[in-house]
């Protein structure tokens, strides 16, 4: 019993030799008001988190609707009634452009689409965007009257071309005799090929999408998404094409919405926009950029054959 006295004393002289603090209520109030304050700050990150996910899903559907060039549902532009809706459209979303869309230059256009031959004829117009490859036009053109007279017999139809079976029954030597290069000749009988194996179906263009007819036809040795793009444009005359890969397009563009380089040393500002910018750029003008794509050749006073 004598000794919990002991450690009794042991334990008071050291409380009574340890220095005063007075208590004080407010620190447990400081201490539970930091505390709340704590959570709240967390639940405001927890909001600014949560936010800041909606935020970025909102960011990342609209990137994925503009950065995509897949155009819109297909129908004649040249028909009066969506032409007309075409230059409302530019009036109302792209009043500088809208206000270049003149009597004279939708009139223009219409007689750009107008010259294409009047009956589809893909592997006319195909060959012949072939044969017309990085040569000057009035070069291109008697190559092309060359190749038809290798098939032509007493025939004033002036829209007659040969058929893919007709072409493929040439020799190669006797194709080349056009004026063609060894590659253009390759490049002509693959068309012809595929459009034999129907690998190739225009008589299903009217029910495929732009991609579908784009797979198709960069399918051939030779044939591009440029080219492609032509063909849909002006031989289809799909309303929404917009030509990525050409150049006049490009510099187009980048003049029209006061794109400039990024430094002193980038002199040309159409080699600093990037395909998704251009995409960005011409989604005001969906579902016509066909157009679109058209007045920036017409302002460069480029010809497109």
């Known amino acids: 019993m004598s000794i919990k006295p002991a450690v009794a004393l042991r334990k008071s002289s050291r409380l009574l030799n340890k220095p005063v603090i007075e208590y004080k209520e407010k620190k447990i109030f400081s201490l539970r008001k930091i505390n709340k304050k704590s959570i709240r700050i ?7 988190i949560k936010n800041e996910d909606k935020k970025k899903v909102i960011v990342t559907k609209k990137t994925t609707e503009i950065t995509s060039n897949q155009p819109s549902p297909t129908f004649d532009i040249s028909e009066e009634v969506h032409l007309k809706k075409a230059v409302e459209h530019f009036k109302k979303h792209d ?22 031959e009047n009956i589809l004829n893909p592997f006319r117009s195909l060959a012949r965007a072939i044969m017309y490859q990085q040569i000057h036009g009035k070069a291109a053109s008697s190559i092309y009257s060359r190749f038809i007279n290798l098939f032509k017999q007493d025939n004033d139809d002036e829209d007659w071309f040969p058929e893919p ?8 030597d006797e194709l080349k005799s056009a004026g063609l290069s060894t590659r253009k ?40 998404q440029w080219t492609v793009d032509m063909f849909l444009m002006l031989d289809l005359r799909h309303p929404d094409v ?16 006061g794109i400039t380089p990024i430094s002193s040393t980038q002199k040309k500002a ?7 910018r251009m995409l960005e750029l011409t989604d005001i003008w969906r579902p016509y950029r066909s157009l679109g794509a058209w007045l920036m050749w017409k302002a460069a006073n480029t010809k497109i054959v």
Do not use: W
């Open 242 to 257: 917009l030509p990525l890969g050409d150049l006049v397009v490009r510099k187009g563009i980048a003049s029209h919405f």
């Open 42 to 48: 967390k639940k405001e990150e927890s909001i600014k």
């Open 95 to 116: 009043a500088r452009l809208g206000a270049y869309l003149t009597e004279e230059t939708i009139k223009a256009f219409k007689n750009k689409l107008s010259k294409q």
């Open 185 to 224: 000749v390759e490049y002509i009988r693959n068309l012809a090929e595929k459009l034999q194996d129907k690998t190739i179906t225009p008589e299903k263009f009217d029910t495929m999408t732009d991609q579908e007819i784009s797979k198709q036809l960069c399918s051939v040795k030779g044939i591009g």
């Open 165 to 172: 079976k007709d072409v493929l029954k040439k020799s190669f």
């Open 270 to 276: 159409h080699l600093t926009l990037t395909e998704k």
